[in-house]
């Protein structure tokens, strides 16, 4: 017997992206973290699970989030903003320390504009030569002086400019947000790892 239902082919069909992946975009965070969730925050150009990318899922919403963002926390941006548009990373103003990309083999990984990994002091004892095992014997052939970078100093720790300067520099803040930014908004911030 015939029907008159339409049937909606399968490409028009757009499901809702959960809360979990907005709030990820917003913070970098994901709470009560499963596979699924898991493969998303780490897979942000690759399609995970069907699942869309979270790229897909920051161009969709960029623009309800940021105006949300911006009005409640004026001078910053969400980590989305930081991973999917910022222009590079935030300008270092000193300190001592070396991010792990700038002298390892490994990627470089940032939060917010601000490198995530750097040289460990267990690292740069090894490079240098002075690493020891459980015996008291040196570990490597390392030589001293051999790995010039150094870890954060907990007494002169990297700082960077604040995420006002960053996006004044660039010109990313808008007219009423740069006029409810006060002068501690553009104080440097510090790198601090246990």
Known sequence: MPTNRKRTPRSRVVLEDPQ?????LLTGHIENGSFERFGFRFCCDTNVFGRPTPREVWHRHRDDLLQKWIAD????????WWKFESLEPRRRLG????????CLAVKGSFTLGIPDYWVTPWQESYYNGK???IHGRNIGEYSDGAF?????????????????AYLKRHGFLTNHEEKRLSDADFMPEIVIKD
């Open 20 to 24: 979990w992946m907005i709030d990820y």
């Open 73 to 80: 926390h004026p001078g910053t941006r969400p980590c989305a």
């Open 95 to 102: 300190g001592i320390g070396t991010p792990q990309h700038e």
């Open 131 to 133: 690493a020891l095992d």
């Open 148 to 164: 010039p970078y150094k870890a954060i100093d907990p007494g002169d720790p990297p700082t960077f400019e604040s995420q006002a």
